[in-house]
């Protein structure tokens, strides 16, 4: 069982290119996030999604979408990147509802915008 | 929103014992979470709170004080592979978790 994967693992970016960050995972968790972690801020969402075909905002949304048209995958998009979204990408999965579901968490993607 | 504080760096000796505070203000709160993060890798979930009181698990323990807006992660009989990043989340109604910064712990011999 792999749990969550994430592509690229790291990689660097041209201003104004786009770029699609993956997220997959096989444990049939209904809840999906993306964070950005970034020193001293700590991890701060992006984008969420409480079951597929559904989307939210999360506290730092703009310049980035996202999509959810199965379980298993939620990728991010940078429709056209810039320097200050340079920051380490973590995708996250919980069971929907319940009170002790924690997120588990995906090994996360370094990206250089530059 | 949430507002949530803890210390950004602890340093502590092998063998003693830790104590990282989280304080926190939110408009919903439905529970807090602890993780631990090394370098360079994901978070994993240590623990869960969402009544008042203490849980404990193994070497880890976690108070939670809602009317106070306060948290604690108690790590005891600290060996050296405890040295990471130790995130207080605050969870709100819709599912959401908002993190600290973190807080660095150094274990030293």
């Known amino acids: 069982i792999a749990g969550i994967t994430q592509a690229p693992t790291s ?38 999604s409480n079951t597929a075909g559904t989307t939210g905002k999360g506290e730092v949304p703009d310049g980035y979408s996202v999509s959810r048209a199965n379980t298993d995958d939620f990728p991010l998009t940078l429709a056209s990147a810039v320097p200050s979204q340079t920051s380490v990408y973590f995708c996250a999965s919980s069971p929907a509802g319940g009170s002790y579901n924690e997120q588990f968490f995906g090994p996360g993607t370094r990206l250089t915008v530059l | 929103g949430q507002n949530i504080d803890q210390p950004t760096e ?3 000796t092998e063998g003693a014992i830790v104590q990282i505070n ?22 994993t979930f240590l623990s869960y709170n969402v009544l008042d009181g203490l849980e404990e ?53």
């Open chain 2, 57 to 109: 698990k193994g070497r880890f323990s976690s108070f939670l004080s809602r009317s106070k807006g306060y948290s604690y992660l108690l790590l005891k009989e600290l060996q050296m592979k405890d040295s990471a990043s130790y995130l207080c989340a605050v969870r709100d109604r819709d599912y959401k978790l908002s993190f600290g910064a973190g807080t660095t712990v150094t274990v030293r011999a």
């Open chain 2, 22 to 43: 989280c304080t926190y203000q939110t408009s919903g709160f439905n529970g807090l979470f602890w993780y631990q993060q090394h370098a360079g890798e994901a978070p």
């Open chain 1, 11 to 48: 990689q660097i970016l041209a201003a104004g290119r786009r770029m699609t960050l993956r997220c997959t995972q096989d444990m049939r968790h209904n809840a999906m996030y993306w964070y950005r972690q970034d020193l001293g801020l700590g991890l701060r969402l992006i984008h969420y």
């Open chain 2, 10 to 12: 602890m340093t502590a």
